[in-house]
């Protein structure tokens, strides 16, 4: 059977840019792909996930929604001060919540939507799903960092020096410790979390960190440690198979 794969674009009001995404599949849940660092919309394909995730896509379990980055433009963009960089990165929020989950929803409506992504992809779901936790249903989050405020050894902190309030709420390890607020814990309380990361990942404790702060807010989740790195595609493909 061949796969369901369609190409679209359109300029984005809150961007004012033009972005690209690939659709795959025709039915099922609705599954929000964030790419890595710097990536691209196409680079879940390229990586080798869809032959990965072929039987639950091609059966109508499954739709993925694979979408564009501004990272350059935002997060890693080192170029311009670090006010500008989480600036960008709110209006890149409010392109997925108000111009592409619409999208979605225009072309399927099942309601279950689950949020999705490979290393700092991983962050992306992580982040909006945690912060608009009546959304989602699922967030499966592979070799993600959940800190990226703060340097971990081989990665710099994204924002230099530079802290505000903005930043302190795009990183869930420093406001989910803080948070009281009952509606909300109660949608994330409902949510399936899936955290995957390998023991040698410089992410690891990112991950550990998080997971024990899901724990004292009484948030089940699933933590998964694979051995070695296990930071690439050949790792995540087969991660897709067993958690997504």
């Known amino acids: 059977m061949t796969m369901q794969r369609e190409y679209y674009e359109w300029f ?38 869809l032959g ?8 109508g379990w499954l739709q993925l929604f694979c979408v564009d ?22 209006q890149y929020e409010q392109y997925i919540l108000k111009e592409v989950l619409p999208f979605t929803q225009h072309l399927n409506p099942q309601p279950f939507l689950i949020a999705h992504g490979c290393s ?25 960092r959940y800190d990226i405020a703060v340097p971990t050894p081989g990665f710099r902190g994204l924002f230099d020096d530079y802290y505000n309030e903005d930043i302190y709420f795009h990183n869930p390890n420093h406001y989910l ?11 994330l309380r409902r949510m399936e979390i899936v955290l995957v990361i390998g023991t040698e990942d410089p992410f690891l404790n990112s991950n550990l960190v998080l997971s ?3 724990k004292s807010k009484g948030i089940s989740h699933e933590l998964y440690i694979w051995d070695g790195r296990a930071h ?13």
């Open 52 to 59: 990965a995730l072929a039987e639950p896509i091609n059966n």
């Open 212 to 214: 024990e702060i899901l």
């Open 177 to 187: 410790p803080n948070l009281e607020n009952d509606a909300i814990l109660t949608e």
């Open 120 to 144: 700092l992809g991983a962050y992306h779901a992580v982040n909006v799903a945690f912060r608009h936790p009546h959304l989602f249903g699922k967030v499966v989050a592979l070799s993600g």
């Open 69 to 90: 980055s501004v990272d350059s433009e935002s997060i890693y963009n080192k170029y311009t001060p670090p006010q500008n960089r989480i600036e960008r990165h709110n």
């Open 12 to 49: 984005s009001p809150h961007l004012h840019r033009k972005m690209e995404m690939l659709v795959f599949g025709h039915a099922g849940a609705r599954v929000l792909v964030f790419p890595t660092r710097h990536g691209r919309f196409y680079d879940y394909e390229d990586f080798g996930m």
């Open 232 to 244: 690439e595609a050949v790792h995540w493909q087969k991660m897709v198979q067993l958690y997504l």
